[in-house]
């Protein structure tokens, strides 16, 4: 069943505009703002990319130089994005930078609060979201639960009341002992942490006044202090209700989408069974299915591996009879039966679902087995492994009573439960990981519209990934093909659904409203990428090379100072104003006040009581990235190392701020703060081998191969398309330049790979022989020879990386006197991956600048390396004018105007690197 994708309607958030083109602007003094190290360091979860933009992106909203009083944000942020990470790490964000010690979390649903009670405060808990010691700048801090925010208020210790929403409004509105009143909220300031924010806007929907609403409740929180914040979070809002709209246009900080998420690898990819069979045939079917998955990750080696299955009805009664009838079909089933409903189910599903004929296959190659695998079935899904969850429908959702343990523990492997049965209410709040099935049972079910957007929502929940360990690593991100045997069996959520038309019109729809993408589970064989056979005739494929440079092996001698790990004029260091303790008492004002350098008047004995606060500083710790150093001694004194005799620390300060305003408190701060980002470069720049400037060649012939690779489709999807890779022929000589029949790429790469082919003609003019080569990673994994062909940094750099990468294409020019080879990179994504791969740029651009200094194998004198600027969206870094430059020796191509080639974006395009 497919779907025409709908182009959304796309509203103007004039905030979040402004943060983004801020987020690049020169005139942006927090430019190149980074998360300060302490909240990574206090997490059980190291914060994603789209978390910590999250927080800059907040961070700017507070330190406008225009002051204004931002009180009330909104984080509009994916099903499974981490949420409550994100508001872990705020936590700690506003104590630290803006000394708010009073937190209040807030939900409409008891499971929901319940589940944040363990992720925030229960140490004990698997999911608790912080370290077991928090320390920042060498200091304990507590995280203590309270019902009231207590009067007098303790050092160093973070107060978090968490409540229902309804709790919070019943206090506010019909006073009780013990409630916290709106005179408490004034007492000291506070931040409100608004789960599920999309519940709190009943007044704003209704267009009317109501005094006792939850949104008034939070709003009289807000609004008994101008230093209180509202900070909410919510997957799903509806800014087409104008109202609403309103509301939000201006406190819409962050969006990162569910296409965008699941894209990037952060969920499982979501595929769609649709069936005619009746529902016990169906139950038999995932019974099959989720055995099979579970087999297969003990063949790959993974140690533990247990995937669940949700049997979803429309009401109570169906849940509790579909219940009824997998007990008896379970407890009654035969070798015989089984033998024969895998035979019957293969004929009939032959050129459906690739997934279940995977599942059929193995057990069709196993029919010896199929006693013992019956005696397992019945094991594993006997009634004590089944969790009926439909105790509580009433309400405020369906974890309310004594399951909500065994439902929010399910990736433990102390949890035997492999089913859940239950009606449509764990949309919100539930965060199973290994959830792999949700099937629709038919009786009683609803195809309009109401009913598929709470499936979609509930698909939504269930795609969240599950960090199996695979070859001894555990990981939060996708590590296999899309759409390979492996990745359907280990990283896809499968839905099951009733093949009704208008059903399934409406269910593609709703996923499309929620920027889900899924595609029915059918046949995907492989593409076939081949090398065209032309270009296999020429003199390029029978003797042509590619080059790479080489690595060479870094003796311990190498490091031998701190610049050797890239940290260049050690000795004299400014640090920002936020590295000092004292930061909150000027916060208020710093955004107004200019700043000035002081230095830091410092003696060992900060030093030394600072390295006994990090444990980095042990010497056995140091020696393992540092084996050069004789002693701790050295380290603090030596030329090479801090040289503290002739070290000037200096911070940014305000104007009226001075070196004796500094109290030794103070400078431990400063000292750890700068210890630490020491820490971080060594470990960082230490490696047994680097690149250096000598460059090999490796046969073109025996590195481009012909390979295959699967490309995922995609039924429900809308609005932005950019980031799904797809075939695009490159056959008939007009194409003769690409040497692949296939070029499978997103929309930024093919892009890239037409404004080249409009310049082949003046390329090949100079070059008779002008091809572009597609270096793709599957290629690699087939070839297996991909550690050969990467670059490695080889530059003096401040940002030392010696993993090395490979550019994604290269243009190979030839003519009668030499052979240019350039290697370009297309790059998306937000200014955060722009920064982090900033290195790959600089790498690319270092070989173009110092073309002199290379070094070929056999002494070869007629190669010319060359690397470009990142191709960005629209040409943003203009790339195609420094290719100009390198190989035709003008400032543009010719039939391209200054204008075309040159064109200036518009002002909201501008980024840092067009200013």
């Given at each position: 069943?497919?779907?025409?994708?709908?182009?959304?309607?796309?509203?103007?958030?004039?905030?979040?505009?402004?943060?983004?083109?801020?987020?690049?602007?020169?005139?942006?003094?927090?430019?190149?703002?980074?998360?300060?190290?302490?909240?990574?360091?206090?997490?059980?979860?190291?914060?994603?990319?789209?978390?910590?933009?999250?927080?800059?992106?907040?961070?700017?909203?507070?330190?406008?130089?225009?002051?204004?009083?931002?009180?009330?944000?909104?984080?509009?942020?994916?099903?499974?994005?981490?949420?409550?990470?994100?508001?872990?790490?705020?936590?700690?964000?506003?104590?630290?930078?803006?000394?708010?010690?009073?937190?209040?979390?807030?939900?409409?649903?008891?499971?929901?609060?319940?589940?944040?009670?363990?992720?925030?405060?229960?140490?004990?808990?698997?999911?608790?979201?912080?370290?077991?010691?928090?320390?920042?700048?060498?200091?304990?801090?507590?995280?203590?639960?309270?019902?009231?925010?207590?009067?007098?208020?303790?050092?160093?210790?973070?107060?978090?009341?968490?409540?229902?929403?309804?709790?919070?409004?019943?206090?506010?509105?019909?006073?009780?002992?013990?409630?916290?009143?709106?005179?408490?909220?004034?007492?000291?300031?506070?931040?409100?942490?608004?789960?599920?924010?999309?519940?709190?806007?009943?007044?704003?929907?209704?267009?009317?006044?109501?005094?006792?609403?939850?949104?008034?409740?939070?709003?009289?929180?807000?609004?008994?202090?101008?230093?209180?914040?509202?900070?909410?979070?919510?997957?799903?809002?509806?800014?087409?209700?104008?109202?609403?709209?309103?509301?939000?246009?201006?406190?819409?900080?962050?969006?990162?989408?569910?296409?965008?998420?699941?894209?990037?690898?952060?969920?499982?990819?979501?595929?769609?069974?649709?069936?005619?069979?009746?529902?016990?045939?169906?139950?038999?079917?995932?019974?099959?299915?989720?055995?099979?998955?579970?087999?297969?990750?003990?063949?790959?080696?993974?140690?533990?591996?247990?995937?669940?299955?949700?049997?979803?009805?429309?009401?109570?009664?169906?849940?509790n009879n579909s219940n009824q009838v997998f007990n008896e079909m379970i407890e009654?089933?035969?070798?015989e039966e089984l033998n024969h409903f895998i035979i019957r189910q293969q004929k009939?599903?032959?050129?459906?679902?690739?997934?279940?004929?995977?599942?059929?296959?193995?057990?069709?190659?196993?029919?010896?087995?199929?006693?013992?695998?019956?005696?397992?079935?019945?094991?594993?899904?006997?009634?004590?492994?089944?969790?009926?969850?439909?105790?509580?429908?009433?309400?405020?959702?369906?974890?309310?009573?004594?399951?909500?343990?065994?439902?929010?523990?399910?990736?433990?492997?102390?949890?035997?439960?492999?089913?859940?049965?239950?009606?449509?209410?764990?949309?919100?709040?539930?965060?199973?990981?290994?959830?792999?099935?949700?099937?629709?049972?038919?009786?009683?079910?609803?195809?309009?519209?109401?009913?598929?957007?709470?499936?979609?929502?509930?698909?939504?929940?269930?795609?969240?990934?599950?960090?199996?360990?695979?070859?001894?690593?555990?990981?939060?991100?996708?590590?296999?093909?899309?759409?390979?045997?492996?990745?359907?069996?280990?990283?896809?959520?499968?839905?099951?659904?009733?093949?009704?038309?208008?059903?399934?019109?409406?269910?593609?729809?709703?996923?499309?409203?929620?920027?889900?993408?899924?595609?029915?589970?059918?046949?995907?064989?492989?593409?076939?990428?081949?090398?065209?056979?032309?270009?296999?005739?020429?003199?390029?494929?029978?003797?042509?090379?590619?080059?790479?440079?080489?690595?060479?092996?870094?003796?311990?001698?190498?490091?031998?100072?701190?610049?050797?790990?890239?940290?260049?004029?050690?000795?004299?260091?400014?640090?920002?104003?936020?590295?000092?303790?004292?930061?909150?008492?000027?916060?208020?004002?710093?955004?107004?006040?200019?700043?000035?350098?002081?230095?830091?008047?410092?003696?060992?004995?900060?030093?030394?009581?600072?390295?006994?606060?990090?444990?980095?500083?042990?010497?056995?710790?140091?020696?393992?990235?540092?084996?050069?150093?004789?002693?701790?001694?050295?380290?603090?004194?030596?030329?090479?190392?801090?040289?503290?005799?002739?070290?000037?620390?200096?911070?940014?300060?305000?104007?009226?701020?001075?070196?004796?305003?500094?109290?030794?408190?103070?400078?431990?701060?400063?000292?750890?703060?700068?210890?630490?980002?020491?820490?971080?470069?060594?470990?960082?720049?230490?490696?047994?081998?680097?690149?250096?400037?000598?460059?090999?060649?490796?046969?073109?012939?025996?590195?481009?191969?012909?390979?295959?690779?699967?490309?995922?489709?995609?039924?429900?999807?809308?609005?932005?398309?950019?980031?799904?890779?797809?075939?695009?022929?490159?056959?008939?000589?007009?194409?003769?330049?690409?040497?692949?029949?296939?070029?499978?790429?997103?929309?930024?790469?093919?892009?890239?790979?037409?404004?080249?082919?409009?310049?082949?003609?003046?390329?090949?003019?100079?070059?008779?022989?002008?091809?572009?080569?597609?270096?793709?990673?599957?290629?690699?994994?087939?070839?297996?020879?991909?550690?050969?062909?990467?670059?490695?940094?080889?530059?003096?750099?401040?940002?030392?990386?010696?993993?090395?990468?490979?550019?994604?294409?290269?243009?190979?020019?030839?003519?009668?006197?030499?052979?240019?080879?350039?290697?370009?990179?297309?790059?998306?994504?937000?200014?955060?991956?722009?920064?982090?791969?900033?290195?790959?740029?600089?790498?690319?651009?270092?070989?173009?600048?110092?073309?002199?200094?290379?070094?070929?194998?056999?002494?070869?004198?007629?190669?010319?390396?060359?690397?470009?600027?990142?191709?960005?969206?629209?040409?943003?870094?203009?790339?195609?004018n420094q290719l100009a430059q390198v190989v035709l020796e003008k400032d543009h191509?010719?039939?391209?105007?200054?204008?075309?080639?040159?064109?200036?974006?518009?002002?909201?395009?501008?980024?840092?690197?067009?200013?």
């Amino acid at each position: 069943m497919s779907s025409v994708p709908k182009k959304k309607k796309q509203l103007s958030l004039p905030l979040l505009d402004e943060l983004n083109l801020y987020n690049t602007s020169l005139f942006n003094e927090m430019i190149g703002y980074r998360i300060p190290e302490y909240v990574n360091n206090n997490l059980v979860h190291d914060l994603r990319d789209y978390q910590e933009n999250s927080i800059r992106y907040f961070h700017y909203t507070q330190t406008f130089r225009d002051a204004r009083n931002i009180k009330h944000v909104l984080f509009n942020m994916a099903t499974g994005s981490g949420k409550t990470d994100l508001m872990a790490a705020l936590i700690l964000f506003m104590f630290k930078e803006y000394g708010y010690q009073n937190f209040v979390f807030t939900v409409n649903t008891n499971s929901v609060l319940n589940k944040t009670i363990d992720n925030l405060t229960s140490k004990a808990s698997k999911k608790y979201l912080f370290q077991q010691t928090i320390e920042i700048n060498g200091e304990r801090i507590s995280i203590l639960p309270v019902t009231r925010f207590p009067i007098e208020q303790a050092k160093n210790v973070i107060y978090l009341k968490l409540a229902t929403v309804q709790s919070l409004s019943n206090d506010l509105f019909i006073p009780s002992e013990n409630s916290m009143s709106e005179r408490d909220y004034a007492r000291n300031k506070v931040v409100i942490l608004g789960d599920e924010a999309h519940h709190y806007s009943a007044s704003t929907k209704k267009e009317e006044d109501e005094e006792q609403t939850w949104e008034a409740a939070i709003n009289k929180i807000l609004n008994a202090r101008d230093d209180n914040r509202l900070l909410e979070f919510t997957a799903t809002i509806d800014l087409e209700n104008k109202n609403i709209y309103e509301k939000y246009k201006d406190k819409v900080i962050y969006r990162y989408t569910l296409d965008k998420f699941m894209f990037e690898g952060f969920s499982k990819n979501v595929k769609r069974i649709e069936g005619s069979i009746d529902d016990r045939d169906k139950m038999l079917n995932v019974v099959l299915l989720s055995e099979y998955r579970r087999y297969t990750a003990m063949a790959k080696g993974i140690p533990y591996f247990k995937p669940v299955i949700m049997f979803k009805s429309q009401n109570i009664n169906a849940s509790n009879n579909s219940n009824q009838v997998f007990n008896e079909m379970i407890e009654g089933l035969t070798v015989e039966e089984l033998n024969h409903f895998i035979i019957r189910q293969q004929k009939l599903d032959d050129s459906e679902s690739s997934t279940l004929n995977y599942a059929y296959e193995y057990y069709l190659e196993h029919t010896e087995s199929l006693p013992t695998i019956l005696r397992t079935i019945k094991r594993e899904f006997e009634p004590r492994r089944i969790l009926n969850a439909n105790d509580s429908d009433r309400g405020a959702g369906m974890l309310e009573k004594g399951q909500y343990q065994a439902l929010n523990s399910l990736e433990d492997e102390d949890n035997l439960y492999r089913v859940i049965f239950a009606v449509a209410k764990l949309t919100e709040g539930w965060d199973v990981l290994n959830l792999y099935d949700i099937v629709r049972i038919s009786e009683n079910a609803k195809g309009d519209k109401k009913s598929t957007m709470a499936e979609a929502q509930l698909i939504g929940r269930g795609a969240r990934y599950n960090p199996f360990v695979l070859n001894g690593q555990a990981s939060y991100k996708r590590r296999l093909e899309d759409d390979s045997h492996d990745s359907l069996l280990l990283e896809t959520l499968h839905y099951h659904t009733i093949n009704e038309p208008q059903y399934l019109k409406n269910l593609v729809n709703s996923l499309e409203a929620l920027d889900l993408p899924s595609g029915t589970d059918e046949k995907n064989p492989p593409l076939e990428v081949k090398i065209k056979g032309n270009f296999k005739k020429t003199d390029v494929w029978k003797y042509g090379k590619i080059y790479y440079n080489q690595t060479v092996d870094v003796p311990d001698s190498y490091y031998s100072s701190l610049s050797s790990y890239g940290i260049l004029n050690a000795n004299d260091v400014t640090l920002p104003w936020s590295y000092s303790s004292r930061e909150v008492s000027y916060k208020d004002e710093s955004t107004s006040l200019k700043t000035h350098s002081i230095v830091v008047r410092l003696n060992e004995r900060y030093f030394k009581k600072a390295m006994q606060k990090i444990t980095f500083y042990r010497f056995d710790v140091m020696k393992r990235f540092l084996p050069e150093l004789k002693s701790k001694e050295e380290f603090i004194y030596g030329n090479n190392w801090l040289n503290l005799n002739n070290l000037t620390l200096r911070i940014e300060a305000p104007l009226d701020f001075t070196e004796s305003d500094l109290t030794s408190n103070d400078k431990l701060h400063i000292v750890l703060s700068y210890l630490r980002d020491v820490e971080d470069k060594i470990t960082k720049g230490y490696s047994s081998a680097r690149g250096s400037n000598k460059f090999i060649g490796y046969p073109i012939k025996d590195y481009l191969t012909d390979y295959r690779k699967r490309v995922p489709k995609y039924d429900s999807i809308s609005g932005n398309r950019s980031q799904i890779v797809e075939p695009r022929k490159m056959s008939g000589d007009e194409n003769d330049w690409y040497v692949y029949n296939l070029a499978i790429v997103n929309e930024l790469e093919f892009d890239l790979i037409q404004k080249i082919g409009e310049r082949i003609k003046e390329l090949r003019e100079k070059y008779p022989e002008t091809y572009l080569f597609r270096m793709d990673e599957q290629m690699n994994r087939e070839t297996r020879k991909n550690n050969d062909l990467k670059l490695h940094q080889f530059q003096p750099t401040r940002e030392v990386k010696f993993e090395g990468f490979q550019p994604d294409f290269i243009l190979y020019l030839n003519n009668a006197d030499y052979y240019i080879q350039v290697f370009i990179e297309p790059k998306g994504g937000d200014s955060g991956r722009m920064e982090r791969e900033q290195w790959k740029e600089d790498l690319l651009t270092y070989i173009t600048e110092h073309e002199a200094e290379l070094i070929f194998e056999d002494e070869v004198s007629n190669v010319k390396i060359s690397g470009l600027r990142f191709y960005t969206d629209r040409d943003g870094r203009k790339m195609f004018n420094q290719l100009a430059q390198v190989v035709l020796e003008k400032d543009h191509f010719s039939g391209m105007s200054i204008e075309q080639d040159n064109k200036e974006p518009e002002e909201s395009e501008l980024t840092l690197f067009d200013i």
